[in-house]
């Protein structure tokens, strides 16, 4: 059974930065492609960024040069940097194993202006 776990999340102005994480178990981590989303209030859930290997990412237009997707496989982790945070970016952020269709069960970023 795929476990994911985020950590991370917070209250943060606008400008700032945080670091998302997500921890996995119960799979072949480092053959799986790994996603971030988010859902922000009265909104669907969309796509953030995903990551299959370092040089094969994806991002949502709206985060393109603000946020970087990486992945250590030693850890069974995967991250999200995310710099000059903006109010929009104000969600819940969820990691989801694409290959397993696992998700976590989120974390609340908060970005205020």
């Known amino acids: 059974q795929v476990q994911l776990v985020e950590s991370g999340g917070g209250l943060v102005q606008a400008g700032g930065s945080l670091r998302l994480s997500c921890a996995a178990s119960g799979s072949i981590f480092s053959m799986n492609a790994m996603g971030w989303y988010r859902q922000a209030p009265g909104k669907q859930r969309e796509l953030v960024a995903t990551i299959i290997s370092p040089g094969r990412t994806n991002y949502a237009d709206s985060v393109k040069g603000r946020f970087t997707i990486s992945r250590d496989n030693a850890k069974n982790t995967v991250y999200l940097q995310m710099n000059s945070l903006k109010p929009e970016d104000t969600a819940v952020y969820y990691c989801?194993?694409?290959?397993?269709?696992?998700w976590g069960q989120g974390t609340q970023v908060t970005v205020s202006s």
């Open positions: 989801k194993d694409i290959r397993m269709g696992a």
